[in-house]
């Protein structure tokens, strides 16, 4: 029942990497996909999404270090993080809904969510 499934999370040192991917089912390709994240006593945020069309958005915070992609072949999409901060710290999660992705993430917008992924950035 499980429709999206986050992996790649883990502890890593300020100015580190991590990737983390998210397994997309096949019939969610017209659908716009992204990443949040939440912080222990903070709302979740959105940190990046991809349209249908190819169409990135991406929250001011991470603009020039995280890149998201998708690759279809592999039903898969992937959160590149560099530059890591202790700020970027919180539970990642990967998210759908069928329709056009909009100029700015906003959670209730987004009908399918996966349990998320841990990064710890020290």
């Known amino acids: 029942h499980v429709q999206l499934v986050e992996s790649g999370g883990g502890s890593v040192q300020a100015g580190g990497s991590l990737k983390l991917s998210c397994s997309v089912p096949?019939?969610?390709?017209?659908?716009?996909i992204a990443w949040f994240r939440q912080a222990p006593g903070k709302e979740r945020e959105g940190v990046a999404s991809r349209d249908q069309d190819g169409t990135r958005v991406y929250a001011n915070s991470v603009k020039g270090r995280f890149t998201i992609f998708k690759e279809n072949a592999k039903n898969s999409l992937y959160l590149q993080m560099n530059s890591l901060k202790p700020e970027d710290t919180g539970m990642y999660y990967c998210a759908a809904t069928p329709r056009v992705c909009k100029d700015e993430l906003s959670a209730p917008d987004f009908s399918y969510w996966g349990q998320g992924t841990q990064v710890t950035v020290s």
């Open positions: 096949e019939r969610y390709e017209s659908y716009c």
